[in-house]
């Protein structure tokens, strides 16, 4: 091994990263080679250094206090809202017929809905929207740009897209918007706004006006919308146009949460 | 709505997750400009962590688990809160060879004469990315495979990120000594 190539590995030799063999390699070469020693003796010192100087500072009181403090409350609103969740309907007969209506209501819309059940051949845009969620919904904070508030979102949004997209609110839907991701779609910029429900990332794409092929996709009226359903890995696509963008909807959570977010989104606009 | 969790999770994530504290702290500190980003940047890492304990699979470590997070919020708050700092302005140390040799070695002595605080600072403004791995690397003793876990790149941008922040630091260290502290900050 020549001084440049030793020079090359010093750091990972140094970080303990290499190989047996290369580390070997280095070994042999260290023994013979007074420069390269000191060369590598200096970098130990230099971290040495480093780290003594930068010294460890306890964490102040305060600042585990609030922490302890914080995660306590939130456990007792966890409490609380598992009582009211659990024992809050009982008490109500006609929330609980509600509630079975709902669901019922809901799985027939969701039916209605549903991919066809011929499995028919994969659209390209759809495997590319499913994959896109895939990659970021098991993120720990799948945003780039984390915030909850929609304008702020839209602005950040159209600034790195440059696309108008409507950022809508689907909390009165229980979903809560994270933030904003820049990505491409179909070739475009497209924008990906980040929502959770629950333990679901539920991912919003929108992008120029799609032109390409929607074979694969399920066609369905809804409240005179036209929307264009499919499901792929398990997930679940609603892709709709709006103005001159398209908007999707991914999410792995049932149809008749996506179907709750789209009619909050139409009555929004 | 958060996960569902009893007295038996807040506990676990107590053992867990908060005997990580003083670490997180004080990598919160390296990352951050002052005590009370650091503070900030320390509370959201460990809220998110408890709000996404229920991810966290028990057996594996939960130290780089946290650095994961720290990382995660670190990145977005340098990309609200900085339009006009680049994140990628490591690129301004693109041109530093990987591999070339160093003079024989003066930074030692270098670190010796300035204080604590003036390597502090050297570190803190350090590009974001480069920062990131000097600190995890050689404060922090993270191995190159948990750094790439933890930012979520190859190891050979870990490897190159970090041989650039090295160098970055010697070069800032170098200009503190000579008496031109302020003038890479302001730069």
Same mark, same amino acid.
């Given at each position: ?9 010093? +750091? ?9 063999? &290369?580390?070997? $390699? ?5 023994? /013979? ?21 930068? @010294?460890? $500072?306890?964490?102040?009181? !305060? ?6 403090? &914080?995660?306590?409350?939130? +456990? ?56 896109? !969620?895939? #990659? ?24 790195? &897209?440059? +696309? ?23 070739? +475009? ?13 539920? @991912? ?23 929307? !264009? &359903?499919? /499901?792929?890995?398990? #997930? !679940?696509?609603?892709?709709?146009? @709006? ?7 991914? @999410?792995?959570?049932?149809? $008749? ?13 | ?41 320390? =509370? ?12 966290? %699979? ?23 809160? *900085? ?20 003079? =024989? ?6 670190? %010796? ?6 390597? =502090?600072? *050297? ?28 930012? =979520? ?7 190159? %990120? ?26």
């Amino acid at each position: 091994m020549t001084c440049p190539e030793v020079a090359r590995f010093r +750091h990972a030799y140094c970080d303990g990263e290499l190989d047996a063999s &290369t580390m070997l $390699e280095v070994e042999g070469h260290l023994q /013979a080679c007074p420069a390269c020693r000191r060369a590598v003796e200096a970098e130990h010192a230099f971290r040495e250094e480093l780290r003594r100087a930068v @010294s460890q $500072e306890p964490v102040p009181p !305060h600042v585990t206090e609030k922490l302890r403090a &914080t995660i306590a409350e939130l +456990h007792e609103g966890e409490k609380r809202s598992a009582r009211t969740s659990t024992w809050g309907w009982r008490a109500s007969w006609l929330a609980l017929a509600a509630s079975v209506l709902l669901i019922f209501l809901g799985g027939l819309l969701g039916y209605l809905i549903a991919a066809p059940r011929l499995q028919p051949a994969l659209n390209p845009l759809v495997a590319q929207l499913v994959m896109e !969620h895939m #990659k970021f919904a098991p993120l720990e904070n799948p945003a780039e740009l984390s915030s909850g508030n929609l304008q702020q979102v839209a602005v950040w949004v159209q600034g790195r &897209t440059g +696309h108008r997209v409507q950022v809508p609110d689907y909390s009165p839907a229980g979903i809560r918007l994270l933030g904003g991701r820049v990505t491409r779609v179909a070739g +475009h910029r497209a924008a990906y706004i980040v929502y959770e429900k629950g333990r679901n990332i539920i @991912s919003l794409f929108a992008f120029p006006r799609y032109g390409g092929s929607l074979d694969g996709l399920k066609e369905v009226e809804q409240s005179g919308m036209v929307f !264009h &359903t499919a /499901a792929y890995q398990g #997930k !679940h696509i609603l892709l709709w146009d @709006s103005g001159d963008m398209t908007y999707a909807l991914v @999410s792995d959570i049932g149809w $008749e949460q996506l179907v709750d977010c789209v009619l909050v989104f139409s009555r929004s606009t | 709505m958060g996960p569902d969790r009893g007295d038996r999770g807040r506990k676990e994530f107590e053992e867990t997750a908060l005997v990580h504290m003083q670490r997180i702290y004080n990598a919160a500190l390296r990352l951050t400009r002052n005590k009370s980003e650091a503070e900030d940047l320390f =509370q959201e890492t460990f809220l998110r962590a408890y709000r996404f304990f229920h991810q966290f %699979r028990q057996g594996t470590d939960c130290r780089a688990w946290l650095f994961a997070i720290l990382h995660n919020c670190f990145v977005n708050r340098v990309r609200q809160t *900085a339009a006009a700092v680049d994140f990628d302005e490591e690129r301004i140390y693109r041109q530093a060879e990987f591999g070339t040799v160093l003079p =024989q070695n003066p930074e030692v002595h270098l670190v %010796r004469r300035l204080a604590g605080e003036e390597i =502090q600072r *050297a570190i803190a403004v350090l590009p974001p990315k480069l920062r990131v791995v000097v600190v995890l690397a050689d404060l922090e003793g993270c191995s190159y495979r948990e750094i790439a876990e933890i930012c =979520q790149c190859p190891i050979g941008t870990v490897m190159s %990120r970090l041989y650039r922040g090295r160098q970055a630091l010697r070069d800032t260290l170098r200009d503190y000594a000579k008496g031109e502290g302020s003038s890479k900050e302001n730069g």
